[in-house]
Structure formats: C-alpha cells, structure tokens
C-alpha cells in the first residue's frame, strides 16, 4: 500500500502566500505522476496542478503565474507553492499520485484545508 500525508494548510489573508508538501510512503515502484486537486464546498473536485514524468507540468488555468508545482522523484514528495492567493482558492487540497508499471493505480492523501480570507 501507499500513502500520502499532506501537510501546510492552513488559514492566510488574500494576497498571501502558502506552501503545501505531500510525502508518500509505502510500496512504491514508480509514480508517473505527482500533483494536487483541490475542492470547494458544493463543486466538483479539479486539478491544480500536475508534475509528469518527463518534467511537464499542468496548471488549472485560474492558478497560473501564481501556484507552482515542484517534486522530488528520489525522497516522493510533492510541494505546491501558493502565492497571491484569493478567496476563491479556499478549498480542500488533496495530493495525488500515479502509477503505470506493472499497472494503473491512483493515490489520494487524506486533504488539507487552506482558507484564504477577504
């Protein structure tokens, strides 16, 4: 089994700055991807953003120039820095991760509230 644990959530003011960190652990093999999805009372889950084998990333169109994704493939871990945040962030953020070989499995961390005040 894998696990992933979040950590750095928590509550700033509009125009801060957060950063959120997953470390997985567990029965590893290889992760295809890392990254985080957040979700805000009464919507649908959606992805933040993504860093893929290779050192692609992917963004949600509304946190980019101000969310960044980075990920150490040796130590599993995956940071999202978060800066000019704005109420419409506040949601619960969720690390997520992929495995293709031998097979295609996909992990969720538990979440961590970020709330961003007006």
């Known amino acids: 089994q894998v696990q992933l644990v979040e950590s750095g959530g928590g509550l700033v003011q509009a125009g801060g700055s957060l950063r959120l960190s997953c470390a997985a652990s567990g029965n590893i093999f290889v992760f295809n991807a890392m990254g985080w999805y957040r979700q805000a009372p009464g919507k649908l889950r959606e992805l933040v953003a993504l860093?893929?084998?290779?050192?692609?990333?992917n963004y949600l169109d509304s946190v980019k120039g101000r969310f960044t994704v980075s990920r150490d493939n040796v130590k599993n871990t995956v940071h999202l820095q978060m800066n000019s945040l704005k109420p419409e962030d506040t949601a619960v953020y969720s690390c997520y991760a992929k495995e293709m070989i031998p097979r295609v499995r996909e992990y969720w961390g538990q979440g961590t509230q970020v709330t961003v005040s007006s």
């Open positions: 860093s893929s084998t290779g050192g692609s990333t």
